[in-house]
């Protein structure tokens, strides 16, 4: 599915979330926020990720493939950071301190050897899908684009994954992410909520979550191959 979200880039969508959010890019929000982008750039705003990796989440876990579902809140903010997985980072970018604290946890809960990079693809490819709430923000400033519509669209991904999927793990980090996941059916579904993971919070129970373990252990229970979430050492 091809979707202008500017007068220069044509982003691609993958057929299985096409079918099931496509209309959604019809609706007068999205309208309104392919506006929005617009006019930031004409303005000479810095947004990112780029434009062909802003549905980066959505077209490297396939719908029928999600396991697990991991919120962010939204991209980061500096050069070369974002490329539209929550939490991720290219090869040869510092990790950031949440993405330390992520590693740390996972360290303590699995053995986990922590790589040298934050290049969190491998996951995304076994269907962990990485996915902020808001798609896009401007160069150092965080925030950026929230309220422009794209908390609509995020939600209406997790609504489909609730109704239409079952036995997904939700791995709900924080105030916001939690908020977000309210509509999630935990009968149906298995909901891990824990304090972000950021500098300022991952000691008040985000280490020593062990939602790493929990989310495997759940998926053999449900007869589902669980994730190997360790990374190469290298990219």
Known sequence: MEIYLDNMRVIELTDSWKQRIGKEFEQEYMQGLREFLLQRKQAGAQVFPPGNQIFNALNSTPFEQVKVVIIGQDPYHGPGQAHGLSFSVPPGTRIPPSLQNIYKEL?????????????????????????????????????????????????????????????????????????????????????????????????????????????????????????????????
């Open 107 to 235: 360290h303590q809960d699995t053995g986990f050897v922590i790589p040298e990079h934050g290049y969190l693809k491998g996951w995304a490819d076994q269907g962990v899908l990485l996915l902020n709430a808001v798609l896009t923000v401007e160069k150092g400033q965080a925030g950026a684009h929230q309220g422009k519509g794209w908390e609509r669209f995020t939600d209406r991904i997790i609504e489909v994954l609730n109704r239409e999927s079952e036995h997904l793990v939700f791995m709900l980090w924080g105030a916001y992410a939690q908020r977000k996941g309210q509509i999630v059916d935990s009968g149906k579904h298995c909901v891990l909520k824990a304090p972000h993971p950021s500098p300022l919070s991952a000691h008040r129970g985000f280490l020593g979550c062990r939602h790493f373990s929990q989310a495997n252990d759940y998926l053999q229970l449900q007869g589902r191959d669980p994730v190997n979430w360790q990374l190469p050492m290298e990219t």
